[in-house]
């Protein structure tokens, strides 16, 4: 017995349905990573202190940058 062509279209939509509703379910549920590692480092002193010395390289290089193109 050979299925009718209703019958397939019915198939194939019930089929996209499920797709779509775990498509949809799983990119709601789902935070961004950075939403995800907020409060990860909190009250870590060793954090702090790794936040200041990446500051102060990065001030450090713009001195440097902006010493080379008075030149």
Do not use: C, H
Request: proline share 3%.
């Amino acid at each position: 017995m050979s299925i009718t062509l209703e019958e397939r279209v019915a198939i194939l939509e019930a089929e996209i349905n499920l797709i779509k509703n775990k498509v949809e379910n799983s990119t709601t549920t789902v935070k961004p990573w950075w939403e995800q590692i907020t409060g990860t480092f909190a009250d870590i002193p060793d954090y702090d202190k790794a936040m200041q010395l990446g500051k102060k390289y990065r001030e450090s290089l713009r001195k440097t940058s902006t010493k080379s193109r008075k030149k």
